[in-house]
C-alpha cells in the first residue's frame, strides 16, 4: 500500500514538473491572496505574496518598492495600490476588484509607482 501511494506521488510530481516551465511556480498566486511581481506577466521576484485580509501593507523599501509591474488578486477583496509608502502621503491611487489579474501596470500608469497597498474585504 504504502509502496503505490509513494509511486502514485512520484508519477504526479513528475506530471506536474513535466507541464510545467521553468520559472512558471513563482507565478502562482495560491487563493485567497494578493501578489505582485517585479516584471510583467507576473515574473520576476514575488514582492508580495499575503494572504488577503483588510489593512494597509508597505511594500518594502528594498523589496519592490517602485518596481510592482504586475498583480494578481485571487480573493473576494478590493486591492488599491498607492505611490507612497502610506495612503494618506499618497497622490496617486489605483483600485484593482476581487478576482483581478493585472499582468501589466502600465495599462494603468502604475508601472514601478506601488510604494504600499490597502487591502478591503
Ligand atoms: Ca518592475
Ligand atoms: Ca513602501
Known amino acids: 500500500m504504502f509502496r503505490t501511494v509513494l509511486a502514485l506521488s512520484s508519477t504526479v510530481l513528475l506530471m ?42 508597505d511594500i518594502g523599501m528594498w523589496d519592490g518598492d ?22 494618506q502621503s499618497s497622490t496617486r491611487h489605483w483600485v484593482f476588484l476581487p478576482y483581478d489579474d493585472q499582468p501589466d501596470l502600465k495599462v494603468w500608469g502604475a508601472n514601478d509607482d506601488a510604494e504600499s497597498f490597502t487591502v478591503r474585504c
Open 16 to 57: 506536474v514538473s513535466g507541464a510545467t516551465p521553468a520559472g512558471a511556480l513563482s507565478s502562482f498566486c495560491h487563493p485567497n491572496h494578493v501578489c505582485m511581481w517585479e516584471h510583467s506577466a507576473y515574473f520576476g521576484s514575488k514582492y508580495v505574496n499575503r494572504l488577503a485580509v483588510s489593512g494597509v501593507f
Open 66 to 87: 517602485n518596481e510592482i509591474s504586475s498583480l494578481s488578486n485571487t480573493s473576494n477583496c478590493t486591492i488599491t495600490l498607492h505611490d507612497n509608502d502610506s495612503p
